[in-house]
């Protein structure tokens, strides 16, 4: 009788016991709270449409006709026709896929050497640029990242002069290219408040053209978890030159974006 109101008591013990387990098991599961669904394969996905105010210095050229542009970005509401721009990124832990679209269509003063050739000379550029890469974070942590990058960059672009005047009179001729090249560098971010953050990157590179580099520095704010404001700066310059074909420039100005994680 003792032997079995021992047997008993242990039963329930252990009864007790893995009852206790069991809800403690269970009780977290009730009271967590849900997870976003991008967390659930750990992939993080962000688009930013954005407006690059940027003027364009340089050197043009079709057939060995040389032009020279210089137009600063207080007149891009002048010489601007039309622009698309947005960048995109997905992340997964420290590994991440950028890309980034400019397509612009600009109209610009030139000029030709001494103003002999031709003495007005209007330059319509059509210009894409469309950057595909892949990114390593050498640094991470709660404040932010830095990315070693590496991609390509296709460029198609399409230039239109216009002129009258001098030796050549009146006319107008159009020459196109289309090239890509290889692009390496570095990108971040740095948080300085839960709000307020730095965020930039500095690429170079070339392959159809002699050298094609991108930087950029801008602070952003976010108003929530899914929505962020930038301003910042950027200058880009790529010099390409094929068979009489020059385009030899350097884009640079103020850039606003809007950036929407999901």
């Not at 977290?28 to 962000?46: C, M, R, V």
């Not at 170079?204 to 929530?224: P, S």
């Amino acid at each position: 009788m003792t032997k079995c109101l021992k047997l008993g008591h242990c039963a329930a013990v252990a009864a007790m016991i893995c009852g206790g387990v069991q809800a403690a098991d269970i009780a977290p599961l009730l009271t967590q709270e849900p997870k976003p669904a991008e967390a659930a394969d750990g992939w993080t996905f962000s688009i930013a449409p954005y407006f690059w105010m940027a003027g364009i210095s340089g050197d043009t050229a079709q057939f060995g006709l040389p032009v020279h542009i210089d137009a600063d970005f207080g007149d891009i509401l002048k010489n601007l026709d039309f622009a698309f721009m947005a960048a995109g990124e997905a992340r997964y832990d420290r590994f991440s896929v950028i890309g980034d679209v400019i397509y612009t269509k600009l109209s610009a003063d030139g000029e030709t050497p001494f103003g002999v050739l031709a003495t007005d000379v209007e330059v319509t550029s059509k210009t894409f640029a469309g950057l595909l890469g892949v990114g390593y974070a050498v640094l991470d942590g709660p404040s932010g990242h830095l990315d070693v990058v590496g991609g390509v960059r296709l460029w198609s672009v399409d230039t239109t002069l216009s002129f009258s005047g001098g030796f050549l009179g009146t006319g107008e001729t159009s020459d196109s290219a289309t090239w890509v090249d290889g692009m390496v560098g570095l990108r971040g971010k740095y948080s300085f408040t839960p709000e307020v953050y730095l965020t930039g990157w500095g690429l170079v590179g070339g392959g159809g053209a002699d050298i094609d580099w991108d930087v950029a520095l801008g602070v952003g704010y976010d108003f929530n978890a899914r929505i962020s404001a930038i301003a910042g700066y950027r200058a880009l310059g790529v010099d390409y030159s094929d068979d009489g074909f020059i385009f030899d420039v350097v884009q640079q100005g103020p850039i606003l974006g809007l950036a929407i994680k999901f």
